[in-house]
């Protein structure tokens, strides 16, 4: 008997609203969920080879305790008692020296971070970061640094907007199912969209128009637009900006030294087009995205690019418009008493040592936001013992091996470890060094708790389990409780299903859990929630306003307005920049069996005139090579890429031997990056690592 | 392609694939075969901006298939309602025979079970009164699928309509 069972995917963590056809409780196809418009019907590749998972014999199939040297593939297969007894066991040992504060966490954010954060506090350790910080920590720095909102608080309404201009954000290859359809509809009707980037994508070729930057002058560009709209011409809200925004006339002195000609020396783009573009921008204001992005063009003054694309917005007048950047409005703003109630939320006892490992929210990364800590110090705080030592790693369905810049560094640091505990679905590189791995059940196989989707629209959603597990695997929110109890702190896990987990959330919403049934969601506002422009916007800085001269910045010593530093690559180097395809979740996927086949390792993209000049053709093998690593992979010869930026795909190059499929095949790009950071914002400079290139004899 | 069309819209369509992945999902294909094939051009620079295009190459379902005659068991069929062709498994005999014929070389070969296999359109779903899984699974609304005729009446009303509103103005209306 066939049936439809609506839940939410998770092969990337923008978690999707699909429906699941099953039959003899095995998945027969994967859709979008059809109750959802935006989804047309439609999953990514990822969401529709999910299936492919299911039945792989290279997933973990039970608990695993190592049983050779860390790394060897020497495994012992036990039972979820011992396992989790054997961890428990090992954390007591070593706190009893060292301090719960010992032990980071670390995840992919996911439904059950309310409960990952429940257990850090339990146990009393800070050490908590999440994958955020790698994708988007200056975006967040950024955020809250104008608008007192982070980046996941807002968000673009690409349905109604005009002009969209892209900073690589490359939509139409990393796809967001909803947010890919409301621009194509949206370009249906009229918008235009700009796209900048080093190299062409699908979004390059999607787009009205295409500027081909030099890599890492994307600031520049900003300078140059924004000079553009108010020095030259009255192009900006003027209103909006009088109403709302604090430090326009800081900014207006600022900006002088970066006219249009001075960016199109900087950027490789005629001033010619900047203006055109201010122009054009300005028409369509406030119906204007500049997308503040995800990763991309991350170098070390990212605080300051990603600044500057929220800069054009305020003056666009484009912040809280319609076909602009909204705010995200949650259950309250939908009329509810109440949003869901958190685990994280309860009374916790005090946290004897409030030191970050990361420094994050403290001296060291004062902007940057703890909530999801710098993951890019975890190595260099391993090895260093600064402020303390780290002696554990509970890395949850997040693998910092192939995730951090500086691969050996992070190798050395996992090393040095006492414990690592992973919990993942596959062997990826950190859950192959593991000393003892918890799997968590696909997916498919799981429930989880309640996901609140705050939007113009909000609604809640809710992952349910379409299939029973095929292995012996578990949820990580009943893993997290079992270790929570063995660490005598299971009082703050007052759930033994699911569904105790889904009232405790609904507590007091007048929600049921039987609303869920029907659609996979409730929706909690038909229309969408805008704020009053005259006299409601609310915004979370100290002013209330959009602050341009940032009182998050400057109370902490660091300049609103630093004058631009320029980029210079040598001649005879190249500039690493990496990026995303279709069919792959950043280290996660290149061994699930469709997806392995469809891109089934990376290639090296570099401009046709430096190939020739190398004495490179088209598929030869090279050798790319920085300061901390190298590697070997088949170069792609194309006109389709800046000279001076080498391009690839992140996340292959896997060397652990039970994923048999991505083992070796191509090169990891944290191999090769240099462990450079935006030391204000937290991120990583991912963008930022000099290369040089040869064919390999 | 039987009474049917797959109609592929290049202007949505992306090149996630996703189309082969759900077909591969669905009809249970093995790995290094793909049923229906998404056939990218580009991206390539065309006067300094990049441009791309596509289309979806199912089985074309033909009325005279080539697959069809070279059979020598007859596990080939035509159903008589809707002209849709398919292999009927118990009977393929594994000699390849379709593959060679057809000028496409659309059948696929299915090593495990050591049987050919191909495109039936998805026609369990099709008698469910549902879409193909490619056209199903494609996130964008690249690729439709209708009858000729129906496809036909969309695509003008769209172009009409386009037309009408651009000599709108000239009119006066």
């Known amino acids: 008997m066939k049936k439809t069972v609506y839940t939410l995917c998770f092969m990337c963590s923008v978690r999707c609203p699909i429906a699941v056809e099953i039959e003899n409780d095995d998945v027969i196809s994967i859709e979008g969920n059809p109750f959802v418009a935006a989804m047309k019907g439609g999953v990514c590749p990822k969401g529709a080879a999910a299936a492919g998972w299911i039945h792989d014999p290279q997933r973990v199939q039970s608990p695993m305790i190592r049983s050779g040297p860390r790394g060897s593939g020497q495994w012992k297969k036990v039972g979820w008692t011992e396992a989790l007894d054997y961890t428990a066991n090992r954390c007591k040992e070593i706190f009893s020296e060292h301090g719960s504060k010992s032990l980071v966490f670390c995840e992919r954010v996911n439904l059950t971070t309310d409960i990952s954060k429940t257990f850090m506090k339990a146990i009393g350790s800070p050490n908590y970061f999440s994958h955020d910080t790698v994708c988007k920590g200056s975006i967040n720095s950024a955020c809250r640094s104008i608008l007192g909102y982070t980046d996941g608080q807002i968000n673009a309404d690409w349905a109604n907007a005009k002009q969209v201009v892209l900073y690589g954000r490359n939509v139409f290859e990393s796809i967001e199912v909803k947010a890919m359809n409301a621009l194509l509809d949206a370009m249906s009707a009229g918008a235009k969209v700009t796209c900048i980037d080093p190299r062409v994508t699908i979004t390059a070729a999607k787009s009205n128009r295409y500027f081909m930057i030099r890599p890492g002058t994307d600031l520049a560009f900003n300078y140059g637009l924004i000079y553009a709209l108010i020095k030259e011409h009255l192009y900006y809200d003027v209103s909006y900006v009088s109403r709302w925004v604090e430090g326009f006339d800081q900014l207006f002195r600022f900006i002088n030294p970066y006219t249009p000609e001075w960016a199109e020396a900087e950027t490789g783009i005629p001033a010619k087009d900047i203006r055109q573009l201010a122009k054009e921008i300005s028409e369509a204001k406030p119906a204007v995205i500049f997308h503040y992005g995800y990763r991309g063009s991350s170098h070390p003054n990212e605080i300051h690019f990603r600044r500057s694309i929220l800069i054009l917005n305020a003056l666009m007048g484009s912040i809280e418009s319609k076909g602009g950047v909204f705010i995200k409005k949650g259950a309250t703003d939908a009329g509810l008493k109440t949003g869901l109630k958190k685990f994280s939320d309860q009374k916790f006892p005090e946290t004897p040592d409030k030191r970050r490992f990361d420094g994050c929210g403290q001296e060291l990364f004062p902007v940057a936001d703890p909530a999801h800590g710098v993951g890019a110090m975890f190595p260099k705080a391993v090895l260093s013992e600064t402020p303390y030592p780290l002696k554990i790693l509970f890395a949850f369905r997040y693998d910092p091996l192939y995730s951090l810049a500086d691969y050996h560094q992070t190798l050395r640091a996992l090393e040095k470890l006492q414990l690592i505990v992973s919990c993942d679905i596959n062997f990826g590189g950190t859950t192959s060094l593991a000393d003892v791995i918890l799997p968590e059940s696909f997916f498919l196989e799981r429930s989880d708790p309640l996901q609140m989707g705050a939007g113009l629209k909000p609604a809640i959603n809710r992952r349910i389990n379409c299939i029973k597990p095929r292995f012996d695997t578990q949820p990580m929110w009943w893993i997290l409780r079992q270790l929570a109890e063995r660490l005598d702190a299971g009082q703050y896990f007052p759930y033994d299903t699911i569904e105790d987990i889904w009232n405790y959330q609904l507590a007091d919403t007048g929600i049921a859990i039987s609303d869920f049934d029907k659609k996979g969601f409730v929706s909690l506002s038909d229309k969408p929630i805008y704020w009053n422009r005259e006299n409601g916007l609310k915004f979370k800085t100290p002013s209330g306003k959009i602050e341009l001269v940032s009182s998050l910045l400057e109370t902490h010593g660091f300049a609103s307005f630093p004058p631009y530093e320029n980029l210079e690559t040598p001649a005879d180097q190249f500039r690493l920049i990496v990026g995303r395809c279709a069919a792959h979740t950043n280290v996660m996927t290149q061994n699930n069996p469709y997806l392995n086949e469809l891109v089934p390792e990376n290639v090296l993209w570099i401009n046709k005139e430096r190939a020739a000049a190398l004495g490179i053709q088209n598929g030869d093998l090279v050798e790319i090579a920085s300061s901390v690593g190298k590697g070997q992979l088949k170069a792609f010869v194309t006109d389709m890429i800046h000279p001076e930026a080498v391009f690839m795909l992140h996340g292959f190059g896997h060397q652990e031997p039970e994923s048999r499929r991505s083992y070796q095949k191509g090169v990891a790009d944290a191999m090769i990056q240099e462990d450079i950071m935006d030391r204000i914002g937290g991120s990583p400079a991912l963008d930022h690592t000099l290369v040089s290139v040869r064919k390999s004899s | ?173």
């Not at chain 2, 996703?18 to 056939?39: D, F, M, Q, Y």
Request: glycine residues 8%; contains cysteine.
């Open chain 2, 1 to 173: 392609m039987g009474d049917y069309l797959i109609y592929t819209d290049p202007e949505k369509c992306v090149a996630c694939h996703s189309c082969e992945v759900a077909c591969k999902v669905k009809n249970r294909v093995p790995i290094g075969a793909t049923l229906g094939k998404i056939v990218i051009m580009g991206p390539k620079l065309i006067n300094g901006q990049p441009r791309m295009s596509a289309l979806f190459v199912p089985c074309f379902h033909c009325e005279d298939a080539w697959c069809m005659n070279a059979c020598p068991v007859d596990a080939i069929r035509k159903r008589s309602e809707d002209g849709l062709v398919h292999i009927l498994r118990e009977l393929c005999v594994g000699c390849k025979s379709c593959i060679l014929a057809c000028p496409w070389h659309v059948p696929q070969w299915d090593a495990g079970a050591g049987k050919a296999m191909k495109c039936d359109m998805c026609m369990d779903r099709i008698d469910e009164n549902r879409e193909p899984a490619c056209v199903a699974a494609c996130p964008t609304g690249a690729l439709q699928f209708g009858d000729p005729a129906e496809l036909s009446h969309k695509s003008r009303e769209i172009y009409g309509l386009k037309l009408l509103g651009r000599t709108r103005s000239r009119y006066g209306h």
